[in-house]
């Protein structure tokens, strides 16, 4: 059975550096094939794709965020680490990540809000 | 990459048949076979109803659909039921292994 959940701070003040983390179980990420996205959500509002990383270590980015973006994986603690630079107010969304199948996006987290605000 | 085009909202009634279409363009829906939607009830993480343009996972019932045109991907939901009514959300490759998600239909079961 696969589970993900996400993990981080609720509250960040703007310019600091978010770090989330997801802890997965079910399947592991030293296994050919898999992967784990991050994806996140503004209040009422769209879904909007972050970031990938694969089982070899590959890494993919969304284009308008890249540069704000780090994927890691800590494949003994089966976990993702997400980091996103200088946090703003339209940052603020609730953060999930994901078991990705190479088309689709399977099994989810719960999702974690994150808030900027000073 | 722009979000791909989806209408706000849907209405159908109990038993009826709704489409939700999702525009991209010749660089994302119009290019691969790699759209996928999900459905997201309110406080809940979206669930992937088909994936790949027109396969459902297991467990997903039969009346749900997918198809394509052009850069225009459709989800159809016939027999529509009460739990049917949530928010929808396609998703396409984009190349460069990136993926860009719909702007979201919210579907009304009257």
């Known amino acids: 059975q696969v589970t993900l959940k996400e993990s981080g701070p609720a509250l960040v003040k703007p310019t600091q550096t978010l770090t989330l983390t997801c802890t997965f179980s079910?399947?592991?990420?030293?296994?050919?094939?898999?992967?784990v996205s991050w994806i996140r959500q503004p209040p009422g509002k769209a879904l909007e794709w972050l970031a990938r990383?694969?089982?070899?270590?590959?890494?993919f980015y969304s284009t308008s965020l890249k540069t704000r973006l780090t994927i890691s994986k800590d494949t003994s603690k089966n976990q993702v680490v997400l980091t996103m630079t200088d946090m703003d107010p339209v940052d603020t969304a609730t953060y999930y990540c994901?078991?990705?199948?190479?088309?689709?996006?399977?099994?989810w987290g719960q999702g974690t809000l994150v808030t900027v605000s000073s | 990459q722009s979000a791909l085009t989806q209408p706000a909202s849907v209405s159908g009634s109990p038993g009826q048949s709704i489409t939700i279409s999702c525009t991209g363009t010749?660089?994302?829906?119009?290019?691969?076979?790699?759209v996928s939607w999900y459905q997201q009830h309110p406080g809940k993480a979206p669930k992937l109803m088909i994936y790949?343009?027109?396969k459902r996972p297991s467990g997903v019932s039969n009346r749900f659909s997918g198809s394509k045109s052009g850069n225009t991907a459709s989800l159809t939901i016939s027999g529509l039921q009460a739990e049917d009514e949530a928010d929808y959300y396609c998703?396409?490759?984009?190349?460069?292994?990136?993926?860009?998600f719909g702007g979201g239909t919210k579907l009304t079961v009257l």
């Open positions: 994901a078991h990705f199948t190479g088309t689709g996006f399977d099994y």
């Open positions: 079910g399947f592991s990420l030293s296994t050919s094939g898999k992967r």
């Open positions: 990383i694969d089982w070899n270590d590959d890494k």
């Open positions: 010749s660089s994302d829906v119009g290019s691969y076979d790699l």
């Open positions: 790949e343009g027109s």
């Open positions: 998703c396409s490759y984009a190349g460069s292994s990136t993926w860009v």
